[in-house]
């Protein structure tokens, strides 16, 4: 596996041009290998936003204990809020997915929370696609998981700025997510 692995990173570090770079980021992404995270993480900050976009995927594709690791998540917070620089909105809707995924419960979550509901509030119409998945994303995240759904409603207790009809008012809805058709006690259907 070594071998393998070592192979394609030389392959990588030798590609001259972005279509080269992708291709291998998608060879990383099949490997799943820990030990590329470092290579992954340089390319996320590529200026080629189809590398960055290959790059998070690849990351994704990592074992959940890679998430834990702080470098990890501020990579992916910076990529979310765009913190240095413009991201690809397909990079940023995958770290958003993978932060949330792997969300322990830490007070600098909650912080991250509230950062991404200051940003929807903040967001103009150019945004609007993406606030609109952001929030139904929180939504679903906050349905499933209680430390998320605890951490949202301590956030937007604290006062009038985020919980108000601007923020949660959105234009229509995504169809990235699970919606149900029905929902009983004996059973459910949803759209996936």
């Known amino acids: 596996m070594e071998e393998v692995r070592n192979y394609f990173l030389a392959n990588l ?3 001259k041009e972005d ?9 990383l992404k099949n490997l799943a290998s820990i030990e590329t ?15 960055s976009v290959a790059a ?3 990351l994704k594709a990592l074992p959940a204990t890679v998430f834990q690791h702080p470098k990890v998540r501020n990579t992916l917070q910076r990529v979310y ?5 413009r991201y690809d909105s397909s990079a940023r809707t995958l770290a958003l997915d993978a932060l949330l995924e ?18 929807v509030s903040k967001a103009g119409a150019k945004e609007s ?3 609109t998945y952001t929030l139904q994303r929180l939504q679903e995240f906050a349905g499933n998981k209680p430390a998320i759904r605890s951490q949202v409603k301590q956030i937007l207790s604290e006062g009038q700025m985020l919980n108000n009809y601007d923020v949660f008012s959105q234009n229509g809805l995504s169809t990235a997510f699970t919606r149900f058709m029905y929902r009983d006690a004996t059973g ?4 996936r």
């Open 13 to 15: 570090e030798a590609c």
């Open 19 to 27: 279509v080269c770079r992708q291709l291998y980021m998608r060879v």
């Open 37 to 51: 995270l470092p290579v992954i993480l340089s390319h996320i900050n590529s200026k080629d936003r189809k590398t």
């Open 56 to 58: 998070v995927k690849a």
């Open 81 to 85: 809020l765009q913190i240095g620089r």
């Open 102 to 119: 792997h969300q322990p419960s830490f007070q600098t979550e909650t912080e991250f929370l509230r950062e991404v509901l200051v940003y």
């Open 129 to 131: 696609e993406l606030t």
């Open 188 to 191: 459910n259907g949803t759209f």
